[in-house]
């Protein structure tokens, strides 16, 4: 059976701080949030469209270098955009790629990026990639462990 929220973070363990993404998830999976499953993987793929579906709320989470704050929390929508044809796509276009295929809108999707510095092969992750982790699972507790819709668009139009 399909549980309601998708975590899904993406990235890789052996590139620095490319690893926040998985890392946040370890965070996850030592909860005990009902209703929430995880996935993860290196990159997003067209494949992960049909992981959307069923879902009442979905958070991809990233690692990145544009981030503002330490993180960032945003609601996302459907757009193709250039990754639409790699086999490294972006969220938005996973959504898109969910609405072509199953000719309905896509549930309700946020990104948590997390701000990520260094992502040399071989690295570890950095001492501020590392506060930033912490900041970022603060964040989600809450709206994991009482998942709902208005409270996740309230904090991304904060």
Same mark, same amino acid.
């Given at each position: 059976? =399909?549980?309601?929220?998708?975590? $899904?973070?993406y990235?890789?363990?052996?590139?620095? @701080?490319?690893?926040?993404?998985? /890392?946040? &998830?370890?965070?996850?999976?030592?909860?005990?949030?009902?209703? =929430?499953?995880?996935?993860?993987? $290196?990159?997003?793929?067209?494949?992960?469209?049909? @992981?959307?579906?069923?879902?009442? /709320?979905? &958070?991809?989470v990233?690692?990145?270098?544009?981030?503002?704050?330490?993180?960032?929390?945003?609601?996302?929508?459907p757009?193709?955009?250039?990754s639409?044809?790699?086999?490294?796509?972006?969220?938005?276009?996973?959504?898109?790629?969910?609405?072509?295929?199953?000719?309905q809108?896509?549930?309700?999707?946020?990104?948590?990026?997390?701000?990520?510095?260094?992502?040399?092969?071989?690295?570890?992750?950095?001492?501020q990639?590392?506060?930033?982790l912490a900041?970022?699972?603060?964040?989600?507790?809450?709206?994991?462990?009482q998942?709902?819709?208005?409270?996740?668009?309230?904090?991304?139009n904060?």
């Amino acid at each position: 059976m =399909v549980k309601p929220v998708l975590v $899904f973070g993406y990235g890789n363990l052996s590139r620095g @701080d490319d690893a926040l993404g998985p /890392l946040l &998830l370890d965070y996850i999976e030592r909860q005990d949030w009902h209703g =929430v499953e995880i996935l993860s993987d $290196f990159q997003l793929q067209i494949e992960h469209a049909l @992981d959307l579906e069923n879902r009442a /709320l979905v &958070l991809f989470v990233d690692a990145s270098v544009s981030c503002r704050h330490a993180f960032d929390f945003a609601e996302l929508k459907p757009a193709r955009d250039k990754s639409y044809t790699t086999h490294a796509m972006s969220p938005t276009a996973v959504l898109a790629v969910y609405q072509e295929i199953k000719k309905q809108a896509p549930p309700p999707c946020f990104l948590l990026s997390i701000k990520g510095e260094r992502f040399e092969l071989g690295e570890g992750l950095t001492v501020q990639a590392e506060q930033h982790l912490a900041l970022a699972s603060q964040f989600v507790g809450p709206l994991l462990s009482q998942p709902d819709l208005t409270r996740w668009l309230q904090q991304a139009n904060r």
